[in-house]
C-alpha cells in the first residue's frame, strides 16, 4: 500500500510542482514583449486535470486522456516558463506559483498553501534544489520529468482497477495480479532512477502529510470515497513501514532504494493477492493451494530480506505490537490485541527457538533463527504436499499411498526446488520418514469430502481424495509444530520425540486467550491440557496410556480436534438452528442455547448427516428402539455436562464434547472388535486394557496385578470405578459369562470417567 500511495505521492508533485508559480505580472509589473493570453486554449485543459486524475485514481482513464492531460501540464509549464518571472532572480517562490496557477486555471481545486508545502519537499526529492522555490531551470527538468511520468503512467493505467482496489470482478486472476505489480516496479524504478530523491532526506512523515493534501486537492469540495478509503488505511502503511524498513531507516544510495522500493511492491503485491484471491480462506483444489504456498513463500522471502531483517538481524517486538495494534481494528474479529501479542511471543519462544527453554527475557522480536525455523517446516509441508500432489491426483487407497511413497523421488524434490543446505535436506529427509510410519499405521487418518475424521475398520481399502490428503497434511504440520515447541528430544526424528502432561498444560496456558477470543476454548473451564492429554492418551488410534505423546498420538489427536471437536459440532449446531431448536438466550460463546427435546430428536432423525464419517455408529443408533436411545442419549448428556449446566438446553460446549465422545467411542470399537460384531467381548476388552491400566492405578486401591487388568473391563461392564471387592466378584460373573459391551456400555464408562477427572484431589 506504501508504494500505492508513494506513487500517488510522486505523480501529486509532477503534477503540483508544474503548476506552482507566480510572475511579475501578478506583482503589478509591467510585462514587457508581450501580454499573456490567458484565455489561450491551450491552458483550459488544466481545468480538467483533477477530474482526470480521479478517472484514473479508478481506472478509468483512457491513454488519450493521460496523454493530454500531461502534454496540457508540459505545454503549460513552458509557456509558464517562458512569458514570466517572479520575485526572485530565475526563481519562483512557493506561494507565487500557488496563487497564479489557482487564480487563473484551478479555481476550483485550488492547492492550500500547507499542501503547496509538501509538494515543494517532493520537489526537492524528485529534482533537487531548495524547498522555498523552484528556479527556471529545475522547470525546465520537470517538464522533462513529466515525459516520463506520463509514460509510466499510460502503461499503468490497464492495472490501476487492480492496482487500487477498484475492480468489481469477483474473481481477479492470479497472473493478472502479478502483471499489475510487475508494471508498478517497473514504473517506479524508472522514476527513481531520473530523481534525486536517492540523496535526499524525505521521510515518511512528509508523505503522510502529502497524500492528505492529495486528496484534499483531488476532491476538491466532493467527497471522494477511494482517498476517504486509503486515508484511512495510512496508520497501516506506517506500522507495516517500521517492521520491514525501521522507524529510522536510513538508504544509502540509489541501490538501497531501489531495493527498499522492490521490498514494498513485494509486499502490495503479496496484500493483492491476498485481497482477491485468498480472503475467502478456501482452497478447493490444486491451483488455488500452489497460489497459497507461493503466497506463504513470497512472505517468507520478504521478511527475511527485508531492510530491518538484513541490517539489523530481526524485526523488533514493538514494531510488530504497533502493527498489531493498528491492523487488527481495520477487521470484524474477535481477537483482541492483548492475546494475540501474547500468542504471537509463545510462538517465537516455544515453537521457532525451542532452545530458550521457555525463557521469556531478552526477546528481541522476530529473528533469523525463526524465520529459518519457519521456513524449514515450511518446505516439509511442500515436500509432503508434492507427494499428495503426485500420488493422488484424484483419489488412492493406503495401498496406494505405500507404493507411492515407496516410489516417489523425495530426493529430487529437495535438492531441486526446496534446498541445498545439506541440514535442511537432512531435516526433510527425517520428516519423510516419520511420514511413512504414519501411512502404514493399521487404521490411519482421513477425511472424508465434508472434512470429517473417518472412524471405519474399511478406512484403509477406502479411496482418499486429494482434498483428504492435502487435509491431513495440514494436520500434520500442525502437529509438528505443537511437538516441536511443547515436547521433548524434539533434535532429531519426531518419531522419538514425546510430549509429557506437563508440555500440553503449557500450551493451553500460552493459546488460552486467543483460544477464547476464538471461541475454541470455554471460559469456564480451567487449563485442558490434562484432560486432552489423557483423551490422547486413551483414545487416540495410536493411544498407549503412557506417559508421552509421541508423533502418532499427537497427529491424530489434533485430526480429531479439529475435524470433530470443532468441524462437526458447528455443522451439528447450524442444522440444529435450521430446525428451530434455537432459543433467544446464549451460552458463553455468544450462540443461541438448544432446546434438549428438538435437539434429541434431530440428533437421531439425522445421524448420518452429521456423523457420515462414523458408519457403525450410524447403523448402531438406528439400530435402538425408543428406550434405548433415551438411555443411550442420557449416558452421553452426563458425560457432557458442563458447569453451571443449564437443565433442558444444550448449549456449544455440550455439543463438542458429544462429538468428541462419539469419535472416542467409534475408535475404541474399530480397534478392539476383531471379530467386528458391532461390540466387545472380554476377551477384546481386555486387549484395549493396557492403554488404561495408568489411569486404573490412580482410581483404586488394588495393587494386584492382575486384578488391576481386570479393572477398566469391570469399568466397562458395570460402569464404576471398581474397588477390591467389586474385582473379586467379578471374577465370580465371568464364571458364568458376561454378555458383549456394546456402544451403550462404552459411552457410559465416558460418564464414570469424568466423574473420576472431576474429584478433588487430595
Known amino acids: 500500500m506504501f508504494s500505492k500511495r508513494k506513487f500517488n505521492l510522486a505523480l501529486a508533485a509532477v503534477l503540483m510542482a508544474s503548476s ?57 509549464l513552458r509557456y509558464f516558463n517562458k512569458r514570466t518571472f517572479g520575485s526572485m532572480e530565475g526563481a519562483y517562490t512557493v506561494e507565487e506559483m500557488r496563487k497564479f496557477f489557482g487564480k487563473y486555471f484551478l479555481k476550483e481545486n485550488n492547492v492550500t498553501p500547507e499542501f503547496a508545502a509538501e509538494l515543494m519537499k517532493i520537489k526537492k526529492a524528485l529534482l533537487g534544489g531548495s524547498t522555498a522555490y523552484i528556479t527556471k531551470e529545475e522547470i525546465v ?75 484534499g486537492f483531488i476532491k476538491g469540495e466532493q467527497p471522494f470515497a477511494p482517498y476517504e478509503r486509503y486515508g484511512e488505511w495510512v496508520p497501516v502503511v506506517e506500522a507495516v513501514k517500521n517492521v520491514l524498513m525501521g522507524k529510522r531507516a536510513q538508504f544509502a544510495g540509489l541501490y538501497q532504494w531501489s531495493e527498499s522500493l522492490d521490498t514494498l511492491i513485494d509486499l502490495y503485491e503479496l496484500a493483492l493477492k491476498y485481497h482477491y484471491s485468498l480472503s475467502d480462506l478456501k482452497v478447493e483444489d490444486q491451483i ?44 470484524p474479529t474477535h481477537l483482541r490485541v492483548k492475546s494475540l501479542k501474547k500468542t504471537y511471543r509463545a510462538v517465537l519462544i516455544k515453537i521457532l527457538d525451542p532452545d530458550r527453554k521457555n525463557d521469556s527475557r531478552g526477546l528481541l522480536g522476530l529473528e533469523k533463527k525463526h524465520l529459518a ?112 515447541g511443547y515436547g521433548d528430544n524434539t533434535q532429531g526424528r519426531l518419531s522419538e520425540a514425546g510430549m509429557t502432561q506437563k508440555g500440553l498444560i503449557a500450551w493451553y496456558d ?69 430446525a428451530e431448536c434455537a432459543v433467544s438466550e446464549k451460552d458463553v460463546f455468544g450462540n443461541p442455547l438448544l432446546k434438549e427435546d428438538c435437539f434429541q430428536f434431530q440428533f437421531r432423525k439425522h445421524i448420518q448427516v452429521y456423523f457420515n464419517n462414523l458408519p457403525g455408529m450410524v447403523n448402531y443408533v438406528r439400530s435402538l428402539t425408543q428406550a434405548e436411545w433415551d438411555q443411550f442419549y442420557r449416558h452421553l448428556s452426563v458425560a457432557s455436562e458442563v458447569q453451571g449446566q443449564k437443565r433442558g438446553y444444550v448449549e456449544t460446549a455440550n455439543i463438542r464434547t458429544m462429538v468428541m465422545i462419539l469419535h472416542y467411542i467409534e475408535g475404541i470399537v474399530v480397534l478392539y472388535d476383531k471379530d467386528r460384531s458391532q461390540s466387545l467381548s472380554l476377551e477384546e476388552v481386555h486387549d484395549a486394557t493396557p492403554r488404561f491400566m495408568s489411569f486404573i492405578r ?49 459411552v457410559r464408562l465416558f460418564g464414570a470417567l469424568k466423574d473420576q477427572l472431576n474429584k478433588p484431589k487430595n
Open 20 to 76: 506552482v508559480g507566480c510572475s511579475e505580472f501578478l506583482n503589478g509589473k509591467k510585462a514587457e514583449p508581450e501580454v499573456i493570453e490567458f484565455s489561450d486554449a491551450r491552458f483550459a485543459c488544466l481545468q480538467a486535470i483533477p477530474t482526470q486524475l480521479q478517472k484514473f485514481s479508478v481506472g478509468e482513464a483512457e491513454e488519450k486522456d493521460v496523454r493530454g492531460g500531461f502534454d496540457c501540464m508540459a505545454d503549460a
Open 141 to 215: 527538468r520537470l517538464i522533462e520529468m513529466l515525459q516520463v511520468v506520463r509514460d509510466e503512467s499510460v502503461q499503468l493505467a490497464p492495472h490501476v482497477k487492480i492496482l487500487l482496489s477498484q475492480t468489481k470482478s469477483e474473481k481477479t486472476e492470479w497472473e493478472s495480479i502479478s502483471n499489475a505489480t510487475e508494471q508498478l516496479r517497473r514504473s517506479l524504478q524508472r522514476l527513481l532512477e531520473k530523481t534525486q530523491i536517492a540523496k535526499s532526506d524525505y521521510s515518511f512523515e512528509d508523505a503522510k502529510k502529502a497524500l492528505s493534501g492529495f486528496a
Open 288 to 331: 488455488k493451494l500452489r497460489q497459497v504456498s507461493q503466497f506463504i513463500g513470497q512472505g517468507l522471502k520478504l521478511l527475511s530480506e527485508s531492510h530491518q531483517m538484513k541490517t539489523t538481524g530481526r524485526i523488533p517486538v514493538e514494531d510488530i505490537d504497533y502493527l498489531i495494534e493498528q491492523v487488527l481494528p481495520k477487521f
Open 373 to 484: 525455523t519457519l521456513q524449514r517446516e515450511f518446505n516439509i509441508w511442500r515436500l509432503q504436499q508434492s507427494f499428495v500432489d503426485h500420488v493422488a491426483p484424484m483419489s488412492a487407497s493406503q495401498k496406494d499411498l505405500i507404493e507411492g511413497y515407496r516410489r516417489f523421488n523425495k530426493t529430487y524434490v529437495i535438492e531441486k526446488g526446496l534446498s541445498d543446505d545439506p541440514f535442511e535436506q537432512k531435516a526433510m529427509e527425517n520428516a519423510w520418514l516419520d511420514l511413512g510410519e504414519l501411512l502404514q499405521r493399521p487404521l490411519p487418518v482421513s477425511f472424508n469430502a465434508e472434512g470429517r475424521l473417518t472412524v471405519d475398520p474399511q478406512v484403509p481399502l477406502q479411496k482418499q481424495t486429494w482434498m483428504s490428503l492435502t487435509k491431513a497434511n495440514l494436520m500434520r504440520a500442525l502437529s509438528r509444530l505443537l511437538l516441536l
Open 510 to 578: 500460552d493459546f488460552q486467550e486467543i483460544g477464547l477470543d476464538l471461541g475454541a476454548f470455554d471460559p469456564r473451564s480451567a487449563n485442558s491440557g490434562s484432560r486432552s492429554f489423557l483423551e490422547a492418551n486413551f483414545f487416540t488410534f495410536s493411544g498407549n496410556g503412557n506417559e508421552l505423546m509421541d508423533h502418532k498420538e499427537t497427529f491424530e489427536f489434533v485430526s480429531t480436534l479439529f475435524a470433530a471437536g470443532l468441524g462437526t459440532s458447528e455443522d451439528l449446531a447450524k442444522h440444529m438452528r435450521a
Open 698 to 746: 490412580t482410581v483404586t486401591p488394588v495393587s494386584y496385578e492382575t486384578l488391576l487388568k481386570e479393572g477398566f473391563a469391570y469399568l466397562v461392564f458395570r460402569g464404576r470405578i471398581p474397588g477390591a471387592s467389586d474385582l473379586m466378584g467379578f471374577q465370580w460373573d465371568k464364571m458364568w459369562g458376561i454378555e458383549d459391551a456394546r456402544r451403550m456400555e462404552i
